[in-house]
């Protein structure tokens, strides 16, 4: 039996809460890592290789190899931070991927197709959970930096959904001539959010965030310039 048919109650009733709420979600990207003790890696699946600093045979590094699955899930929650459920979910181990590991050794891994690389998840992860709720514009899917992925802005944009990225990369911007960083830093502060922080000594501070925000093009990036974003 897959996963596919296991999960299929809970993602259902998942929809069925959203429609109830019938109001404004998030949907909360992100991986997770399940390692297992296994003598024999093929059993499972290789999650990393790790060399040894000091374990050195016949003149190679030894390697700690970490056996595992990895889970890529996506939780959707009211904006009052109330739990409907998953809305899709993903396993996979590393070898599925192999071929374009090796190849980034290689090449720019920019140019390697998303289609053959774990990125993938992201986007599919989008446009699962966007099929299930069957309402994209009262959806708001929200990753890290690793979701920063150009594939994934024009998947939102295909699929008529909304979604707030914690930014890795300075794109170009408006004619191409300028970065978002540039653009933002020239833009008004809208708002300020004052609050307190405090570290694992139990130091406080208080900090003063600025809020600014602009409409802006983006442009692919050189090695994506077939992909078009409207």
Request: glycine residues 6%.
């Amino acid at each position: 039996m897959k996963e596919d048919a296991i999960l299929a109650g809970h993602l259902e009733s998942t929809r069925e809460r959203f429609e109830v709420i019938n109001k404004l979600v998030l949907i909360l990207h992100d991986t997770t890592e399940f390692s297992f003790q296994r003598s024999d890696p093929s059993s499972i699946g290789i999650l990393e290789k790790l060399p040894l600093r000091l374990k050195i045979e016949d003149g190679c590094k030894k390697h700690y190899t970490t056996c595992g699955i990895l889970m890529h899930s996506s939780l959707v929650v009211t904006t009052d931070g109330v739990p409907l459920g998953l809305a899709a979910v993903k396993f996979w181990t590393r070898d599925h991927f192999k071929g374009a590991n090796a190849l980034g050794r290689s090449i720019n891994r920019t140019r390697i197709p998303i289609a053959h690389k774990e990125s993938i998840r992201w986007l599919e992860n989008l446009e699962q959970s966007t099929s299930l709720l069957a309402n994209p514009k009262q959806c708001i899917h929200i990753g890290d930096r690793e979701n920063d992925i150009y594939e994934l802005f024009c998947a939102a944009e295909r699929n008529k959904t909304n979604f707030l990225i914690r930014t890795c990369v300075d794109r170009l911007a408006r004619d191409g001539s300028s970065v978002v960083s540039e653009e933002i830093s020239k833009t008004k502060v809208k708002g300020l959010h004052r609050f307190t922080l405090t570290n694992k000594y139990g130091d406080t501070e208080n900090v003063c965030l600025e809020l600014k925000y602009s409409t802006l093009q983006l442009h692919p990036p050189v090695s994506k310039k077939s992909i078009i974003l409207n």
